[in-house]
C-alpha cells in the first residue's frame, strides 16, 4: 500500500498529469493498492478569482475566509472527480464523505483552515478492497461539521499513518542531495535525525526545507516511511517502489 500525494502546477498541464495518473495505474496492476491524495492551488485560484473573492497568504499559507471557503470546496471536489475519472477505477473523496477526515481549527489568523487529527480507515479499506482507488482532497469537518481547508501534505501524512502505509511526495527534485552542488550525489536513504541535523546546518536549504518537514511530519504522525522523489518522469512511482530512485526517509 502506498499513499501518494500529488499537487502543484503540475496538475494543470494535461500531459504530466496523464503520466502520473499513468505511473498510479501501473502501481495498481501490479497488485499495488494506492491512495492518491491531492492539493489543488491552481485551482483554488481560479476558483477565487471566478467568485470575486482575494486571495491571501500568511507566512506562506493560504488564507480561507467564510467567503473563500466555498470556492475552496467547490476546486477540491471538482478536481477529485476529475482526477479518479481521468485515473480510472477511482473514487474521489474529501472528509464530507462518511466522515473520512476530521480536523480542528489551526491558527485563528488562518481563517478556515485546520490540522487532520482523524482518518476514518474503514471508509479507505472498503474501497481498497473491491479493486478501487481512493482519491483524497484535502477537506476536512471540524467536529461540529463545518469544512475546513487542509494543507495537503498534512492529510497525505495522516493518511499515510493510518493505513501504516508510505507516503511518496512528489515534487520537482529527485530526492535529497548529500551535496547541494552535485546534483549525482541523492540520498537513497535519510534518517530523521540526520535529516534535521541536516537543516541546522545548511546542508538541506531553500526549497527543500519544506519537502523534507512534510517528509518527517508524515514519519511523526507515525507512518513508516516517506519518500522524495520526482513526479515529473515517467514510471517514478515503479523505481521508488524498488528503491532505484528517491530520498527515503525513516525513522
Not at 467568485?51 to 491571501?56: D, P
Not at 477505477?89 to 485563528?108: C, F, I, M, N, Q
Not at 471540524?142 to 508510505?166: K, S, T, Y
Not at 550525489?185 to 526545507?209: F, K, P, W, Y
Request: proline share 5%; glycine share 12%; hydrophobic share 50%.
Amino acid at each position: 500500500m502506498w499513499v501518494i500525494k500529488y499537487g502543484g502546477n503540475a496538475m494543470t498541464d494535461a500531459q504530466d498529469r496523464a503520466r502520473l495518473l499513468a505511473d498510479v495505474r501501473t502501481v495498481r496492476s501490479a497488485d499495488g493498492r494506492p491512495v492518491l491524495v491531492h492539493g489543488g492551488g491552481p485551482y483554488i485560484e481560479a476558483e477565487l478569482a471566478a467568485a470575486g473573492v482575494e486571495s491571501r497568504f500568511e507566512r506562506g499559507l493560504r488564507v480561507t475566509t467564510l467567503d473563500a471557503i466555498g470556492p475552496v470546496e467547490r476546486a477540491l471536489t471538482l478536481l477529485g472527480k476529475r482526477l479518479a475519472a481521468e485515473l480510472g477505477d477511482g473514487v474521489a473523496l474529501t472528509g464530507r464523505d462518511a466522515g473520512l477526515l476530521r480536523a480542528e481549527r489551526a491558527d485563528p489568523v488562518l481563517g478556515e483552515v485546520g490540522r487532520a487529527v482523524r482518518v476514518r480507515r474503514a471508509v479507505l479499506d472498503a474501497l481498497l478492497a473491491a479493486g478501487f482507488t481512493p482519491v483524497v482532497g484535502c477537506l476536512a469537518l471540524d467536529a461540529a461539521g463545518a469544512p475546513l481547508n487542509v494543507n495537503a501534505d498534512e492529510v497525505a501524512g495522516a493518511v499515510a499513518a493510518a493505513l501504516a502505509a508510505p507516503c511518496v511526495f512528489l515534487t520537482n527534485v529527485e530526492g535529497v542531495l548529500d551535496d547541494p552542488a552535485d546534483p549525482g550525489s541523492r540520498l537513497s536513504v535519510l534518517e530523521r535525525n540526520d535529516a534535521r541535523a541536516r537543516i541546522a546546518d545548511g546542508r538541506i536549504a531553500g526549497g527543500m526545507i519544506p519537502k523534507v518537514e512534510s517528509a518527517l511530519a508524515a514519519l511523526d504522525r507515525g507512518a513508516p516511511a516517506a519518500v522524495i522523489a520526482d513526479g515529473r518522469r515517467s514510471g517514478e512511482l515503479a523505481r521508488v517502489q524498488a528503491g532505484t530512485a528517491g530520498t527515503r526517509l525513516v525513522p
